[in-house]
């Protein structure tokens, strides 16, 4: 497997705290990386951190995967793997800079994707949004670019701006190549009394390749023995859904296979009947 490497930040560094936001990860990476020519266990990892916190185990195996998507991390053979902390993943590819070409060719459609409004009837200024906020790995490739109106691109600036302290776990949601798991991870991740907000749940689905109904896939979760509720509310004019997780289930080996089956016994049409994925 060919993979590109970047070069591993130092501990309690500033650009450390750029890639991982929060001191519990910055915990996690210091000691995988004071310990790269004696790879810990998860046992060591857990211990090590119950030292540190005072928390219990209970978290086991869990933060090790939270670094997944910023490094890579190799596990040696065996019953008792040891996690070598080798190298750092890139985030946004290179080559794929915003220049005039690209900003012009994003602008084009000269609407804002939001509201509507227009620069030449509206005299709105319109800007380049990354769907997915860079700090969230969203990259510059066209399918992430849109052009807003400043408005809008402030008030979506503000909102996930909220979701500030769940940005590991929505990273993270988003490196999954299956769309209900993407979605399933990012509801698991605000658990079962935060309320996920529909575009942040469209966001995640459509991380990997775009879901043209991100709806379906979320109920095909209801296959898996997953529930959850939604509700509306009328925030600056436009009527929002939010989500929110009741039950979750552990995952299948393979996720589509699992829903076709289970589809299939209740005598109902999953949704990948109609799409088919191979
Ligand atoms: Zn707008």
Same mark, same amino acid.
């Given at each position: 497997?060919?993979?590109?490497? =970047?070069?591993?930040?130092?501990?309690?560094?500033?650009?450390?705290?750029?890639?991982?936001?929060?001191?519990?990860?910055?915990?996690?990476?210091?000691? =995988?990386?004071?310990?790269?020519?004696?790879?810990?266990?998860?046992?060591?990892?857990?211990?090590?951190?119950?030292? &540190?916190?005072?928390?219990?185990?209970?978290?086991?195996?869990?933060?090790?995967?939270?670094?997944?998507?910023?490094?890579?991390?190799?596990?040696?053979?065996?019953?008792?793997?040891?996690? #070598?902390?080798?190298?750092?993943?890139? %985030?946004?590819?290179?080559?794929?800079?915003?220049?005039?070409?690209?900003?012009?060719?994003?602008?084009?459609?000269?609407?804002?994707?939001?509201?509507?409004?227009?620069?030449?009837?509206?005299?709105?200024?319109?800007?380049?949004?990354?769907?997915?906020?860079?700090?969230?790995?969203?990259?510059?490739?066209?399918?992430?670019?849109?052009? &807003?109106?400043?408005?809008?691109?402030?008030?979506?600036?503000?909102?996930? +701006?909220?979701?500030?302290?769940? #940005?590991?776990?929505?990273?993270?949601?988003?490196?999954?190549?299956?769309?209900?798991?993407? %979605?399933?991870? =990012?509801?698991?991740?605000?658990?079962?009394?935060?309320? #996920?907000?529909?575009?942040? &749940?469209?966001?995640?689905?459509?991380?990997?390749?775009?879901?043209?109904?991100?709806?379906?896939?979320?109920?095909?979760?209801?296959?898996?023995?997953?529930?959850?509720?939604? +509700?509306?509310?009328?925030?600056?004019?436009? #009527?929002?859904?939010?989500?929110? &997780?009741?039950?979750?289930?552990?995952?299948?080996?393979?996720? %589509?296979?699992? %829903?076709?089956?289970?589809?299939?016994?209740?005598?109902?049409?999953?949704?990948?009947?109609?799409?088919?994925?191979?």
């Amino acid at each position: 497997m060919s993979r590109e490497e =970047l070069p591993l930040p130092l501990p309690d560094s500033p650009e450390l705290s750029e890639i991982l936001r929060t001191k519990e990860l910055r915990r996690i990476y210091k000691y =995988l990386f004071e310990r790269r020519d004696d790879p810990p266990t998860q046992v060591e990892i857990d211990a090590h951190l119950a030292e &540190l916190t005072g928390e219990r185990h209970s978290q086991r195996g869990r933060r090790v995967r939270q670094l997944y998507p910023f490094f890579w991390i190799d596990k040696t053979p065996g019953r008792r793997p040891r996690y #070598v902390l080798s190298a750092g993943k890139p %985030i946004v590819p290179d080559g794929d800079k915003i220049d005039d070409a690209k900003r012009a060719r994003v602008l084009q459609p000269a609407r804002c994707a939001m509201c509507g409004r227009t620069p030449l009837e509206d005299g709105v200024k319109l800007v380049v949004d990354h769907k997915i906020p860079q700090e969230w790995g969203g990259t510059n490739a066209d399918e992430n670019l849109q052009p &807003l109106c400043e408005q809008c691109n402030n008030g979506k600036k503000n909102h996930f +701006k909220s979701y500030d302290p769940y #940005v590991e776990q929505i990273r993270l949601a988003a490196t999954y190549d299956e769309p209900q798991r993407r %979605i399933g991870e =990012l509801l698991k991740a605000f658990g079962t009394t935060e309320w #996920v907000r529909s575009d942040l &749940l469209a966001i995640v689905a459509n991380a990997k390749e775009y879901q043209e109904d991100w709806q379906r896939r979320m109920r095909d979760l209801r296959f898996l023995g997953w529930d959850y509720e939604y +509700k509306r509310k009328t925030e600056d004019g436009r #009527v929002r859904t939010y989500y929110r &997780l009741r039950k979750s289930a552990p995952w299948p080996d393979n996720i %589509i296979a699992a %829903i076709r089956a289970e589809a299939a016994k209740r005598g109902k049409k999953s949704s990948l009947d109609k799409n088919p994925e191979g």
